[in-house]
């Protein structure tokens, strides 16, 4: 039998070379020959498809005639994570979970197969990072479900394909993509080749035994998974793994998702015994929120479902030229905007002062709504004054910012303005919406008119906002 072996494709222009070398030979790119594996050859002769093609070519089905997949949707028992899935996992799908080291992949995956284990399902956690004996310790952290299900340590892709063959699991984890290797690739585990081969071999075996693959994924210092986003496009969901390390709050959301809204995103907290689902995370955010100057609740949303999350920021005196800029939890570029926004029409300046904003909790809010809450937040902390009720309560708001100084309507208002009604929040400053009566909806049409009005209703807590170089 021919022996498979490998060649190196350039991506730019197909140029095929036997060996790896820095620079294209055939269009002189840079560093674009990646190794591939050549199947070994077949008795075919030219113009191949053979049977096929004799008989007519392959038929093609109407979709309407095409059988429905028999959607059977494996429950992960962890809420969150199944909703944030649409609904569980697939049979014969391949989910990539990714997130940076020590955020919790490997607690969350050895808590679902778990979960799925107790519920009679066969499972079974590849494991090439940790040995058996750390999953074991993890285990015990977890409980008892956790520790009935297999374990495998091992490396080698043709031996984790022979065991998934051989145990038929209905849902198998791999932890982690990048520590598989292929004896017919040269290049090292964590290569873009290694990594691609790891993938669609399980994505294969996966398909053929109709397993739910989990396959856990670094991301790297540019934030892909595994690399040049080499997976992204051949797994049917991609799961990112959100939050800061320190902090308890993790964020778990859907990048691409073939069976489901992308939108969705599931909110956790690390304790002691693994992660433990934050049902109710807007009552957790505005329960810590603090009514000192610099913080505002800011009503976003995370896929279908309202947030309340505090945006803080601190103006200081820098030492340093030029100043810090520093964001968490939001765009550093869309800071930079609103911060030129408030100078250019608002008449709010940093000037040299450092500026730092951050979303408490740790958590990511990527939508252009939270804008205005950045701009409130900062204009509060420029002027120390704070941005709440007489008796506290603290002041909300949503809404992007344009670059005239207009405020813009966002999504769903009226489930942002519900929110903030069910949790006793009186003001919520926003663009002027559609139906004219919205709970506690404050209206206002441009940035400046927030800030004014922001200033009107934190008037006895002594007024908020009030720009030091505005106040003339
Ligand atoms: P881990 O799941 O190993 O992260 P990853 O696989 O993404 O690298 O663990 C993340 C951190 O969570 C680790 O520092 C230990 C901590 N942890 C807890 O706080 N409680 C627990 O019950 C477990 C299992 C881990
Ligand atoms: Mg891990």
Known sequence: MAR??????????????????????????????????????????????????????????????????????????????????????????????????????????AMALGNL???????????????????????????????AVPALAETDLAAVIGAIEAEAPEVCVVDSVQTLHSGELSSAPGSVAQVREAASGLMEVAKRTGTAMVLVGHVTKEGSVAGPRVLEHLVDCVLVFEGERERSYRTLRALKNRFGATSEVGVFEMRSGGLVAVEDPSARFVGEATAAPGSVVLCSMEGTRPLLVEVQALVAPTEVVPPRRVANGIDRNRLAMVLAVLSRHAGVQMGSADVFVNVAGGVRVDEPGADLAVALALASARSGKPLAHADGRPLACFGEIGLTGELRAVGHPERRLAEAAKFGLESVIAPPAPAPDLGPLAPAKTLRGALKRARAICADAASPVEPLDAAA
Not at 56 to 74: C, F, K, S, W, Y
Request: aromatic share 2%; with cysteine; proline share 4%.
């Open 117 to 147: 284990a107790a519920s009679g399902r066969r499972t079974l956690y590849v494991t090439g990072e940790e040995s058996a004996a750390q999953v074991r310790m993890r285990a015990e952290r977890l409980g008892d479900d956790a520790l």
């Open 4 to 109: 498979s072996r490998s060649k190196h494709v350039c991506s730019e222009c197909g140029h095929e070379a036997l060996a790896w070398s820095g620079q294209c030979g055939g269009c002189g790119a840079w560093n674009t020959l990646e190794e591939t594996v050549v199947a070994p050859k077949t008795k075919r002769g030219p113009g191949s498809g053979g049977d096929k093609a004799r008989k007519g070519g392959a038929r093609a089905t109407p979709l309407r005639d095409v059988a429905r997949p028999q959607e059977a949707r494996l429950l992960s028992g962890i809420g969150e994570l199944d909703r944030v899935l649409g609904g569980g996992f697939v049979p014969g799908s391949l989910v990539l979970l990714g997130g940076a080291p020590g955020i919790g992949k490997s607690t969350i995956t």
